[in-house]
């Protein structure tokens, strides 16, 4: 499609390059050609760095939606468990696994919001770290400042819900 620039000359609107990808409003760069697009599904699970006895004998729910953009990732999610999971072994920083492709050479911070923790404890964002296939969490122990969720954090046999949003490169 074109457009006029007054001198007669139409403009490209859109362009398809030769060596893949389209191109918008006259650039011919590749470097700045959409040459990806998807979108698609992921299932996120809980799980922890070391999972010992963990069990996970059901998701009330759990969804996961994603949209890859060249090399940009947005991906949303929620899962919750109400008294489906339980351990005494599992240890190290909770995780959320799943996520559709492995985090590039970034480090990106996304929403979350989530309720079930132990008391006096919080988090307030989850993170995605270069070279990882999955999600940690990030907020407070009690009279601790910023930490990763750990298994502390965490109550066998208590519901648990999470949700959210993060968008990291590959």
Known sequence: QTSGTGD????????????????????????????????????????????????????NSQSGKYQ????????SFYAYV??????????????????????????TAGAMDITGLATGRSCQVIIAEAGLNYLKLIGSDTGLSRVTATSTMITSGAALFIRGEISYTV
């Open 68 to 75: 890859k953009v060249g090399n940009t990732i947005t991906a």
């Open 82 to 107: 109400s008294t489906q999971m339980t351990f005494t072994t599992a240890s190290g920083n909770f995780n959320i696994t799943g996520l559709p492709f492995t985090i590039g050479a970034s480090y």
């Open 8 to 59: 007669g000359m139409p403009t490209p609107k859109v362009s398809i390059l030769a060596a893949g990808g389209i191109t918008f409003n006259g650039d011919t760069a590749t470097a700045n050609a959409l040459d990806d697009y998807e979108e698609g599904t992921w299932t996120p699970t809980f799980t922890f760095a070391t999972p010992g006895d963990l069990a996970i004998t059901g998701y």
